[in-house]
């Protein structure tokens, strides 16, 4: 069977610990992102150092009303018993989320792009998207041209990053010629390919696309 989703509530409730058999613990806390415009409802999701502008990536088959959605990240804290406290904490987005609805998630599906089925997966696979620049970002379809200076490693996108010594996120940044708007933020331990998630409620009305940047382990999974 394809991948199965994981525990995204707790991943998503502050104060959720977790370990490794390293011994590195984990803190989450959640980071608010702001508000995303969606002037279409068409949802987008990638690495938008590499992607973004390139016409590559499509929107996801999932859509959504037009509207203004809040963007959050899973962020994790981690840290060392035997070592003292950093100057600068450890943080590692474990998972970003746009929420359409504020109701409980009763279900998960995987987001598909057009052409992609998941009868087509093998045990634990999913389709995800590729990072190479170590970020991930959602936006609406409408905002694909709307941050040409990207490419030249230019504009507000690389602004957000580089003002903040690239700190996690998540960062919402404004194109300055057509004001549409994107939310950025870095991508768990850095380049690979994540799978998004679309939830749906009790009724099957869509709560939230979260992409699992694969940081923190289920409970379940924890070393005892």
Known sequence: MPMSPRDYT???TPGSIFAYE???????????GGTLDLPTGRVVACDPFVYLGTGD???FTVTVEPGRYRVEA???????????????????????RLVIR???TVTWELALLPEQDPAELKDDE???YGVDAGTGCFYDASAEEAFPETQEEEGPLWEAFENSDWSAGPHLVTSLGTGHTLAAFTSGWGDGSYPTWVGRSATGEVTCFLTDFFVAPDPADAPV
């Open 102 to 104: 504020d109701e409980p």
């Open 126 to 128: 999913f389709f995800g």
């Open 22 to 32: 390293s011994g590195t613990a984990g803190v989450i806390h959640v980071a608010d």
């Open 74 to 96: 899973a962020v994790a804290t981690l840290t060392r018993p035997d070592e003292p406290p950093a100057e600068r904490p450890h943080l590692r987005v474990a998972a970003a």
């Open 10 to 12: 707790w991943l998503f």
């Open 57 to 59: 990536i499509e929107p």
